[in-house]
């Protein structure tokens, strides 16, 4: 789930510097932070919290560590609501134009114990399909991830299931099974040999990043959907079993996967139905 880099890499595909690097004793998680470790210009934030690299080793937040999740009453396209689930150092944001969300968000990453990513959402109940494209339209870290998620709260530590397009073009089915339990995938990398461009030779392995990627919601059976190139989506890998109550929260997402610097993500042609069977 890390890509190794350096840490003046992590800085090099940040957002542009703030203009007043955030002090330390802003934030309450600090003690035990390395200002080596935070980008120049960037919030401070834990140092656990930082992704892999050569010159550090990323771990899971301490025990028992949250952040409250901060929540905006502002519909935007099909939600009714959007929130930064985690508090992320950093705020996110959102704006929709032209069929296309387009989110901004720090966040240290969906994975581990807790969550951290900017969330637009609404409340539902009973049968699910989602489904968006998804690009990634400045780049960025390897493994930043788009999401599209069902999760029982908005807490940080939340009961989930969610499917993401890595940044690298991993896609994967994830779940959270109780709260503050650590999340467990089955991880799916496509590659091709002479069938995609790009490559020094035929026998070049280039990776495939999926068009189009969805979950159902059938009961407590969640699935995996794709759509690798256009063509009509299909049912990826087997299904999970996982019992969320309704009410719960459906919508998509995104996390930087770096802990106090704003990516970029577009999600667009969404679909959201409440039933199943329209994964399209």
Do not use: C
């Not at 350096?6 to 955030?22: N, W």
């Not at 998680?29 to 990323?58: E, F, L, R």
């Not at 901060?70 to 944001?93: L, M």
């Not at 770096?258 to 042609?269: I, M, R």
């Amino acid at each position: 789930m890390h890509k190794i880099l350096s840490l003046a890499a992590i800085v090099a595909i940040g957002a542009a510097p703030a203009a007043t690097p955030a002090r330390a004793q802003e934030h309450a998680d600090v003690p035990g932070s390395s200002i080596a470790n935070s980008p120049p210009g960037a919030p401070i934030a834990p140092d656990w919290a930082y992704p892999q690299s050569t010159v550090h080793n990323q771990v899971g937040p301490p025990p028992g560590f949250h952040r409250p999740t901060r929540v905006e009453n502002r519909a935007i396209g099909v939600f009714s609501a959007q929130a930064d689930v985690g508090g992320a150092v950093a705020p996110g944001s959102a704006t929709f134009a032209d069929g296309t969300y387009t989110i901004h968000s720090a966040g240290y990453n969906v994975w581990y114990t807790r969550d951290e990513f900017r969330f637009l959402f609404n409340k539902m109940s009973g049968d699910v399909s989602l489904a968006a494209d998804i690009a990634y339209p400045n780049g960025g870290f390897g493994d930043h991830k788009a999401l599209l998620v069902i999760r029982q709260s908005l807490d940080d530590d939340a009961k989930e299931a969610f499917v993401a397009l890595h940044g690298d073009g991993m896609f994967h089915l994830a779940q959270r099974p109780e709260p503050g339990r650590r999340i467990s995938d089955m991880e799916y990398r496509i590659g091709s040999r002479g069938g995609l461009p790009g490559g020094k030779s035929p026998d070049s392995l280039v990776t495939l990043n999926a068009k189009r990627i969805g979950i159902e919601k059938k009961g407590n059976q969640f699935t995996l959907w794709v759509s690798e190139q256009g063509e009509p989506m299909h049912q990826f890998g087997a299904p999970i079993t996982l019992d969320i109550t309704a009410p719960f929260y459906v919508g998509i997402g995104f996390s930087s996967h770096l802990p106090g610097v704003a990516e970029t993500a577009t999600l667009s042609n969404v679909v959201l139905e409440n039933r199943a069977g329209r994964v399209h």
